[in-house]
């Protein structure tokens, strides 16, 4: 029990575009999704907390307009990088929890390089 | 405020050996403690978790964790090592001061070697 899907995968896509990356819980309803990224060889840094129904709670540096975050049902947040660049390029992982003081569930990543 | 030290960056053992990841802990509150494992290009999976009930904790493929709170410690062990336990580490930290949110140790990578 407690699978989360992470898509897509893997991703490579030319500067400026913008990328979406789908996170679901499978087999449980998850009122708090979590977006962290991952530089290589470093540990993993949370970008935002999200809520279903609530707009998204961002950590200090993490630019809102840049990472937009949708959690818009129970089994399902989205992050969108808008116009990404280089810079943006990164593993992003999402967890997953029935609630925030619940265990977290991990996806399993997605490589993301910006060309 | 909380915060999370993994003391070695790098271990390396002999396949068969006895594994030990150290980790040290900060917390303002009763901390839950937590041990994931991460294979290159995946996501993370929980090994252990300890949360404020027996202090020797058991998880999964043979791992098991002491909570030391005189030692603000909660290394990971294992008896004897195999290939397939070569990978990257994070002891992570979580109380209610910090929302529950959890905050990861830089990671100790392990190797096994035959």
């Known amino acids: 029990g407690a699978v989360v899907s992470q898509h897509p995968s893997w991703v490579i896509c030319k500067s400026g575009t913008s990328v979406k990356i789908e996170c679901r819980s499978l087999?449980?309803?998850?009122?708090?999704m979590f977006w962290y990224r991952q530089f290589p060889k470093q540990s993993l840094m949370l970008m935002a907390t999200?809520?279903?129904?609530?707009?998204?709670?961002?950590e200090q540096g993490v630019e809102k307009d840049k990472f937009l975050i949708n959690h818009a049902s129970l089994t399902l947040s989205t992050l969108t990088v808008t116009s990404a660049h280089p810079e943006d390029s990164s593993f992003y992982i999402c967890?997953?929890?029935?609630?925030?003081?619940?265990?977290?569930?991990f996806g399993d990543g997605t490589r993301l390089s910006i060309l | 405020a909380q915060s999370v030290t993994q003391l070695d960056s790098h271990v390396s053992v002999s396949e068969g050996t006895p594994v030990l990841l150290r980790c040290n802990y900060s917390?303002?509150?009763?901390?839950?403690l937590f041990w994931y494992v991460q294979h290159p290009n995946k996501g993370l999976q929980l090994l252990l978790k300890?949360?404020?009930?027996?202090?020797l904790v058991k998880g999964i493929n043979g791992f098991e964790a002491e909570f030391k709170k005189s030692e603000t410690s909660f290394h990971l062990t294992k008896p004897s090592a195999h290939m397939s336990d070569a990978a990257e580490y994070f002891c992570?930290?979580?109380?209610?001061?910090?929302?529950?949110?959890?905050?990861f140790g830089k990671g100790t990578s392990l190797l096994v070697t035959p």
């Open positions: 967890s997953a929890s029935k609630d925030s003081n619940q265990p977290q569930h």
């Open positions: 087999d449980f309803q998850a009122t708090t």
């Open positions: 999200s809520n279903e129904g609530s707009k998204a709670t961002y």
């Open positions: 917390s303002s509150y009763s901390p839950s």
């Open positions: 300890y949360t404020s009930a027996a202090t």
């Open positions: 992570v930290v979580s109380d209610e001061d910090s929302g529950y949110a959890l905050n």
